[in-house]
């Protein structure tokens, strides 16, 4: 893999480095072409330049040769006239007749043999006699009759301004006569000069062989200048050529293409300077521009190669991730339970996408559809499964392409062809295609459908739960929405189900629960709902529910139902039920709403009176509101120490003396004065205040004993009432002992009331309370005896101590023969079971006359003292002392 990696890596740089070679071979291609050519070229322009310059060398020997012959000519032509004339010719008077008018002529003049200038057709500055001239002396001295070219004596310049032609005059004994001379302007033999053919910098110049001479001129200055161009005599090797002289050999500094030609007839050389620069300006600027555009081309040569290898570098890259890829997915989904696909996508000529083809999978995915991978690979995806999952498995791939990864779980289609039941699928774009991994999770799927069954069923009961409920809603209710029918939801509460549960056990309470489910179920038609809400509470939906006539007739099919009684571990369980109705739209739009008026209506059901229905009336607010305020002020009421005991004396019936007394609450409200307990005692039950509320009572009663006993007041004991859910929380004994101990008191100072109907069914955990009350040496009272069910036999074997017989069979005394009969009965029984009995609610003086013949032990009532408060108790203490004393 590693070799292969690096195999891959060096392929993938020496692509990359392919653009970049191409234009460097590009530029040095081009730059090879460029200097070659530019050399081509300036030695092009070199050649033409030299054979320019000796071109016009050539002509301009011809010129200065013509020149110089026309000098010839009419030196020889005066010396002829001047001999023939025997010395009598005179050159004004030629002059006169239009000869020499040329301006080149500066003067002719002709010297007898002392030197002296005979006639002449200007005079010349200098001297007037010429026989110190080197020409003169040369032509005195020499018998020859050839022309001299001489150089004015006078003139010192390298370049002369002038040129004097000179010949030997003879006598006619040829004897030297003297000397014809003629001045020419220097000009005239570099008049050939011009600026159009050789250049602003070029030259001209006539040289004598012997260096003696020269004539010049350059760009637009006359030779007469006195600056010479020319700097020393240049070496000219053959008769005729060209050179370059360098710039040394220049006044100007500019090197020059030197042209010669040595004039066949006279020692003098003519030559002509092409200035190297403008020679070779064209050329220069050729190959300058040319350099230029080679320049330019490089410049984009070389960001053609940098941007070539950097796309290039980026498709390598990305062929290369592309390949990683599908390695790795391959590699990793080779073995796996997961189908692999690369679906590389195939476009239309508008680069759109119409459909994907597989172009790599492995045996797990070809499995999925059906086939083996040779045949998967190739394949369309438009062709791989049916026409209709084809159209929406196109657009998930394009979605995919689009949005660069796509992750989702769906059910294939039936098909018998694939193996495939739910899949998970996870699309990700690489490059101009899709790796596409396919999980089969028609397990999971099926274990979460399962979970949400679970989820949506009670599994007690067997009935759908709360969870499933809120979710039927959504549908049920915009259902009936549509349809413009009611849906009519019950809420229904089992009225003493806490009790079956805390007194005959959980699993008593369980399969009370499940009968009462069974029982609903079979009360009602098959598509109204049950739904066991939690707890002891269910909730039944009716839709479409008709009337509220059809909604009270189910509730108080349910209602007879609950009272009958169920058979729970072979005894009769009599639980009942408590039902509140809302009505949809009435009462709610929601589920959460219609739920929770339901809750409501049935709660305030339960207050009046259990085992009624009651339909939702937004009055119920009110109700419940309050009672939420009366609640928060209990609470307050508790922590600012509002509660007090009352205490109401209890009498021995023949006495009189103080057998004791009941503590009885009282809430002393800032406002609202005393608050009896019955308007909050019940409602404390109900919310679970009546556990602190208890335990306060325990605490002040074993307080206030402790504060009398320190005013050194006799103590009599006090009762203290402690309600069912008081023993259903459990733990008692162990306030009330922690309370005896923390005041020193004896538990015989303290008794318990306990309402008889707290007592009902006798369960283990209130007759271990009762057991540890009694163990702690603390008295038990029956409470409100005759209201309840229980007989005595019951009572007995729960060791009662006490029987306080109800003020209502109290206040039949005196009334009734049936109220004495009855009274005369508990006493009997009673006593013949070692109870005390205690008459509650005495007002009149006639029915503790009648109390006392019965044989009842002790009175408590109006008659004897209302309830007051610990101080006036004190009192009261203090005088039974004083009776005693
Ligand atoms: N008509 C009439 N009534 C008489 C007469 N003698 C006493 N009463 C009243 O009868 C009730 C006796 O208390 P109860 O049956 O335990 O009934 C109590 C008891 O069940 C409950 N209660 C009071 N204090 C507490 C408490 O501290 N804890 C608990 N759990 N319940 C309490 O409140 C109920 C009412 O208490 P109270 O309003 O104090 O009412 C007291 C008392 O004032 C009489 O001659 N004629």
């Known amino acids: 893999m590693q070799r292969e990696d690096t195999r891959l890596a060096m392929r993938h740089s020496r692509r990359a480095l392919l653009w970049p070679g191409i234009a460097l071979l590009c530029v040095v291609a081009l730059w090879s072409f460029t200097l070659i050519k530019g050399r081509a070229e300036t030695r092009n322009a070199e050649l033409a330049a030299h054979k320019d310059a000796s071109g016009y060398a050539e002509g301009y020997e011809q010129y200065i040769t013509r020149s110089l012959v026309q000098m010839d000519q009419i030196t020889m032509q005066l010396k002829q006239s001047w001999e023939q004339s025997g010395g009598q010719l005179h050159v004004e008077d030629l002059q006169r007749d239009g000869m020499f008018t040329d301006r080149a002529f500066l003067a002719v003049r002709i010297a007898d043999s002392s030197g002296r200038i005979v006639t002449s057709t200007r ?314 991994t396919l999980s089969d999770v028609s397990e999971r799927k099926r274990h979460e459908a399962e979970l949400q069954r679970m989820a949506n069923e009670d599994a007690l009961t067997g009935l759908p739960n709360r969870h499933w409920l809120e979710e039927f809603f959504k549908h049920t209710l915009s259902q009936a929405h549509a349809a413009g029918h009611a849906v009519a939801l019950l809420f229904i509460d089992l009225d003493e189900f806490k009790h079956v549960n805390d007194t005959q056990g959980h699993a008593a309470g369980d399969e009370l629960l499940r009968q009462a489910a069974a029982r609903l179920k079979s009360l009602l038609r098959p598509s109204d709902r049950v739904v066991r809400f939690g707890g002891d509470e269910f909730v039944v939906v009716i839709s479409p529910a008709d009337s509220d006539a059809h909604s009270s007739a189910v509730a108080e099919r349910i209602l007879q139902a609950f009272s009958q009684p169920f058979m729970v571990a072979e005894e009769k369980q009599s639980v009942g039920a408590s039902i509140g109705i809302s009505v949809f739209p009435r009462d709610g739009a929601d589920a959460e709403t219609l739920i929770r008026h339901g809750d409501i209506a049935m709660y305030a059901g339960k207050s009046d009176g259990k085992g009624q229905y009651r339909f939702f009336d937004p009055s119920l607010y009110k109700q419940i509101k309050s009672r939420t305020r009366l609640k928060q002020h209990l609470i307050e009421a508790i922590e600012r120490d509002q509660l007090q005991l009352y205490y109401q004396p209890r009498v021995d019936t023949q006495t009189g003396q103080l057998c004791s007394m009941e503590a009885l609450v009282r809430w002393i409200h800032p406002e609202q004065g005393v608050i009896p307990p019955l308007d909050f005692i019940p409602m404390a039950e109900s919310n679970g205040l009546i556990v602190p509320i208890g335990e306060l009572v325990i605490a002040q009663a074993c307080a206030q004993l402790a504060q009398w006993r320190a005013q050194d007041l006799p103590l009599a004991p006090i009762s203290v009432n402690v309600s069912p859910k008081q023993f259903s929380h459990g733990g008692i004994h162990r306030h009330l002992e922690a309370q005896l101990t923390r005041y020193q008191l004896p538990a015989s100072l303290i008794e318990v009331e306990i309402t008889e109907s707290a007592m009902l069914g006798e369960h283990e955990s209130i007759l271990a309370q009762l057991a540890a009350l009694r163990t702690l040496g603390v008295k038990l009272h029956v409470d409100d005896f005759g209201t309840g069910y229980s007989s005595l036999s019951q009572l007995q074997k729960l060791k009662m101590d006490v029987l306080k017989v109800d003020k209502a069979f109290t206040s039949q005394l005196g009334l009734s023969t049936e109220g004495r009969v009855f009274f005369q009965a508990i006493v009997s029984m009673a006593h013949a079971l070692g109870m005390t009995v205690v008459a509650e609610g005495v007002e009149t003086a006639g029915q503790l006359s009648i109390l006392r013949d019965l044989g009842c032990n002790e009175v408590q009532g109006y008659y004897i003292a209302r309830p007051m408060p610990a101080q006036e108790m004190a009192g009261m203490l203090q005088q039974h002392q004083a009776l005693r004393a």
């Open 123 to 436: 005079r010349l500055a200098g001297p007037e006699n010429i026989a110190r001239a080197d020409y003169f002396r040369f032509h005195r001295n020499n018998n020859s009759t050839s022309l001299s070219i001489n150089v004015p004596t006078q003139q010192h310049d390298p370049i002369q301004r002038s040129i004097e032609f000179s010949r030997r005059l003879e006598g006619p004994d040829d004897s030297f006569a003297g000397v014809v001379v003629l001045t020419v302007a220097a000009d005239y033999f570099t008049s050939f000069y011009s600026a159009r053919t050789l250049g602003d910098e070029g030259m001209v110049t006539m040289l004598s062989t012997s260096g003696t001479l020269r004539l010049e001129q350059h760009g637009n200055a006359s030779a007469s200048d006195d600056a010479s161009l020319l700097l020393g005599q240049p070496e000219l090797p053959q008769d005729s050529g060209s050179r370059l002289l360098d710039g040394g050999s220049f006044s100007d500094g500019k090197a020059r293409i030197f042209g010669w030609r040595r004039s066949r007839a006279y020692p003098v050389v003519a030559a002509v300077g092409l200035a190297q620069s403008e020679a070779m300006a064209a050329a220069n600027t050729a190959n300058l521009n040319r350099t230029q555009s080679a320049m330019l081309a490089t410049l984009v040569l070389v960001l053609l190669g940098a941007w070539g290898r950097v796309m290039t570098q980026r498709a390598l890259q990305r062929r290369h991730e592309e390949e990683e890829v599908r390695r790795a997915y391959r590699t990793a989904t080779e073995s796996a339970t997961d189908g692999f696909y690369m679906a590389m996508a195939l476009r239309n000529e508008a680069g759109q996408i119409r459909d994907f083809e597989i172009v790599d999978c492995n045996e797990r995915g070809a499995f999925f559809f059906g086939v083996t991978r040779g045949e998967l690979l190739g394949q369309r995806v438009s062709l791989m499964v049916n026409h209709l999952f084809a159209e929406s498995l196109l657009q998930t791939y394009l979605a995919a392409m689009s949005s660069g990864y796509l992750e989702d779980e769906r059910e294939m289609p039936a098909d018998n062809r694939l193996n495939i039941g739910w899949c998970h699928r996870r699309l990700v774009r690489v490059g101009n295609g899709l790796a596409v």
